[in-house]
């Protein structure tokens, strides 16, 4: 059975950082995901890592870094430089390829819960 299980979420003031932890377990994935969704807004991409390289959505380019440790199989995200508008809940997602080969949300076929960040001003 294949589970993702975020953590690392909390509430914390503009500026400051948070790491966001995804372990998963029932396979080991090579395209991981991290996307986010606000209230009231559809869900976007943030981030994705796979065998060839990682990849940012402008709005976190420079502030977050995505990273994945193989012998763990989990998945990272550290945020940096936070700012109210990254408030959303964040989601870790995988899928059963080498190779990302996009953003869309449809083409991930696994999903963890979410964990919250709430970024003051």
């Known amino acids: 059975q294949v589970q993702l299980v975020e953590s690392g979420g909390g509430s914390v003031q503009a500026g400051g950082s948070l790491r966001l932890s995804c372990a998963a377990s029932g396979y080991t994935p090579y395209c991981m995901a991290w996307f986010r969704q606000a209230p009231g807004k559809e869900r976007e991409w943030v981030a994705t890592?796979?065998?060839?390289?990682?990849g940012y959505a402008d709005s976190v380019k420079g502030r977050f870094t995505i990273s994945k440790d193989n012998a763990k199989n989990s998945l990272y995200l550290q945020m940096n430089s936070l700012k109210p508008e990254d408030t959303a809940m964040y989601y870790c997602?995988?899928?059963?390829?080498?190779?990302?080969?996009?953003?869309?949300?449809?083409?991930?076929?696994?999903w963890g819960q979410g964990t919250q960040v709430t970024v003051s001003s």
């Open positions: 997602a995988s899928r059963r390829t080498t190779y990302c080969a996009g953003t869309y949300d449809g083409l991930f076929g696994y």
């Open positions: 890592i796979d065998s060839a390289g990682s």
